[in-house]
């Protein structure tokens, strides 16, 4: 099939500017100066999305959450504010929401996650009043602060949707901070908090479990495994949920809340779903350590829409940046490539105000701890990592990640017993 010319070309095109895009074009800038690399971004706001949890708890105002676009874009990138709407790798091109195609030597696709607010029945018509909120959108998060506040008693109820989700713990992480807020203030006795959790564990790493569990028992939370929330009704404030028993059974239940925090189901995009890109599981279909295409010789994923059975974390995507970028300098150079990636995630559970359990881990499960026990031990709640998450994280991010600096996450290279597929400049 034939393709209409480019209106333009770019040495790397990379699909969304949030926190994996960026980090990855500041990235490939600080290895090479000169590359020309586009941006394709429709928002003029970018949000640094974990600080979400801590603006519904009362500890961030919103504002610290956002900047504009425009600020974040590294300098020598260009940024097109619009939308990829298909792929025609083939031709080395993708053709945007208004009819332009932009043609590339490397494609890096970061388009991050679709949260499917939709696909529970109710939902979408209630967020954000009759009680209904979720720390998963930037306007919601206050009112989450809002209804903790007002609360001195009835069911609260805190869900989470089966995996893949970005940011696994954040359910948990309302629920914590939501309780902590109750026990200071001594509403606690006066409120039934229930877990309704889609899967069959409280955390995917058993190591951090004991110390989580420890938490469940002191705010009294009643946790029911293997529930799906599956509708809304807000006016009447009923939550329905799918509970799945141990044969496999599956019933309907029925809750009343006086309050509901929800994890909506995720998905790929599905400009992503829909393209060439795209594995059967609809993600991004990359090797886990390369995170290089496993078809398509040109192109890498990373973030949120990839298909590495990695955390999807904003750690994860900082880990994630810098190999792609010397991945993306080797290919364009026509070397093999030799940077990996280890499935590194973060996930810091803020199970009290003040006090954090650090989860780092990587592919299988397997702990990957930034610092040592004696500084830092991860397995239990500490102040320090409180600190970490409130003041380091956030300027990190902003300073560090996205401007490229590569602070604890410089990537590890290998000599591959066989050469990863090669593309030559």
């Known amino acids: 099939m034939a393709h209409p010319q480019a209106s333009q070309t770019c040495d790397v095109l990379i699909v969304g500017g949030g926190a994996a895009g960026i980090a990855t074009a500041a990235s490939l800038l600080r290895r090479r100066p000169g590359l020309d690399v586009v941006i394709v971004e429709p928002s003029e706001r970018h949000y640094y999305q974990p600080g979400w949890t801590l603006v519904g708890a009362g500890v961030f105002t919103p504002e610290r959450t956002m900047r504009e676009t425009c600020r974040l874009i590294p300098t020598g990138a260009r940024w097109i504010q619009d939308s990829v709407v298909d792929f025609a790798p083939e031709a080395d091109q993708v053709r945007l929401s208004d009819g332009r195609r932009i043609g590339y030597r490397a494609l890096v696709a970061a388009p991050g996650i679709k949260l499917d607010w939709d ?73 039934d908090i229930e877990f309704h959790n889609a899967g069959a564990v409280l955390f995917g790493v058993k ?77 991004i279909d990359v090797d886990q350590a390369t995170l290089h295409h496993n078809r398509l010789d040109n192109v890498f994923g990373l973030g949120d829409a990839c298909s590495a059975p990695n955390a999807k974390t904003a750690a994860a995507a900082r880990k994630q940046a810098p190999v792609v970028a010397e991945n993306v300098i080797s290919m364009l150079d026509g070397k093999a490539l030799k940077a990996v990636y280890d499935g590194y995630g973060s996930c810091p559970l803020t199970v009290e105000r003040g006090k954090i359990v650090l989860a780092e881990f990587g592919y299988g499960g397997k702990l990957l701890p930034s610092f040592p026990a004696w500084m830092l031990d991860g397995r239990q709640p500490t102040r320090r990592a409180w600190h970490l998450k409130a003041q380091a994280l956030p300027e990190i991010y902003w300073v560090g990640m996205l401007k490229g600096r590569e602070w604890l996450c410089a990537p590890d290279c290998v000599e591959p017993g066989v050469a990863p597929r090669t593309r030559a400049a």
């Open 207 to 283: 190591d951090y479990v004991p110390a989580l569990m420890k938490y469940i028992e002191r705010y009294g939370v009643d946790l029911r495994f293997n529930s799906r929330l599956t509708a809304i009704d807000g006016e009447a404030r009923r939550a329905t949920f799918a509970v799945t028993d141990a044969d496999g059974a599956v019933s309907e239940v029925v809750r009343d809340f006086d309050m509901i925090h929800v994890c909506p189901p995720q998905t790929a995009p599905d400009f992503i779903r829909a393209s060439p890109l795209a594995a059967d599981s609809g993600w």
């Open 119 to 191: 696909a529970i029945p109710g939902l979408s018509e209630t967020l954000g009043r009759n009680g209904v909120t979720s720390n998963y959108r930037f306007d919601l998060a206050p009112y989450t602060w809002k209804l903790v506040q007002e609360l001195k008693g009835g069911r609260a109820l805190f869900t989470q949707p089966p995996m893949p989700i970005k940011c696994a713990g954040a359910p948990q992480k309302a629920l914590y901070l939501s309780a902590d807020h109750w026990q200071r203030t001594g509403a606690l006795k006066n409120v």
